[in-house]
């Protein structure tokens, strides 16, 4: 399930259907979040096989999820769409906050400088 809404996400990508792509990414986020649910309800009361399938499984969605947000800051920065990319690496920096997001925070804002240098903010200066 996670696999069919990632390709359906780099699908839509490679089509130009932003809003397809964001809608797929989105599923995969409230899959994990739905997993997450379930990991805290288990985990009293079930084995621990199940619940940490459903963990792996959990963890395996929100990577997929942070990865295609990655791409899609990636796609908008090829696109030359600075303000979409630059609010799409900051919706990662927002999200993942978990210590295991860590390595897409960090990407997330290697590219916001990286788009710094591709378009510099700008600045307003006040005349004298």
Not at 62 to 85: C, D, H, M, S, V
Request: proline residues 5%; positive net charge; without cysteine.
């Amino acid at each position: 399930m996670i696999k069919n809404h990632s390709d359906a996400f780099y699908d839509s990508l490679k089509a130009n259907r932003v809003e397809s792509a964001i809608r797929d990414n989105e599923q995969i986020e409230a899959m994990a979040s739905q997993m997450g649910d379930t990991v805290r309800k288990r985990a009293g009361r079930q084995g621990t096989t199940a619940v940490e399938r459903e963990f792996a499984l959990m963890n395996t969605a929100n990577e997929a999820a942070a990865t295609n947000w990655l791409a899609l800051g990636q796609y908008f920065a090829i696109k030359r769409q600075y303000p979409q990319a630059r609010a799409t690496y900051r919706r990662v920096i927002d999200t993942y906050t978990n210590p295991t997001d860590t390595p897409y925070r960090e990407q997330a804002l290697r590219a916001l400088r990286d788009l710094d240098i591709l378009n510099p903010p700008t600045t307003t200066t006040p005349n004298p």
